[in-house]
């Protein structure tokens, strides 16, 4: 019993509903993934290319996303020359994103 009220009692905590708004967009998501595994240094390392959208989905990747991580404290940013690194408080969302990656064969084939 005591592991269930262990659980309840971390996902009650009002951090966790940041740390939940902040995955809850596949773009965060992948940047912070690919941060986690350092396959990406600026922002170049994470334009979509190709698109009839790429236009706004620059738009979106550096008015929304990134100053969003970057307020929560999870990326450092640098507007001037798009470097992109882990923030003071990243080792706050690993867990989550550790969790996501290593139990993600967990989940019911095709959720959601």
């Known amino acids: 019993m005591s592991d269930t009220a262990g659980s309840e009692n971390v996902l009650l905590r009002p951090r966790v509903d940041q740390l939940l708004d902040i995955v809850s967009k596949r773009r965060r998501r992948v940047i912070l993934l690919l941060l986690k595994r350092e396959a990406i240094e ?3 390392d994470v334009m979509l290319r ?3 959208e790429s236009d706004a989905s620059e738009v979106r990747l550096t008015h929304d996303h990134l100053p969003r ?3 929560a404290g999870y990326i450092d940013w640098d507007r001037n020359t798009g470097e992109i690194s882990k923030g003071p408080r990243f080792d706050e969302i690993e867990p989550l994103l550790e969790l996501i990656e290593n ?4 989940l019911p084939p095709g959720w959601p």
Not at 103 to 106: F, L, M
């Open 103 to 106: 139990h993600a064969d967990e």
């Open 69 to 71: 991580l970057e307020d």
């Open 50 to 52: 190709g698109s009839s």
């Open 42 to 44: 600026t922002t170049d």
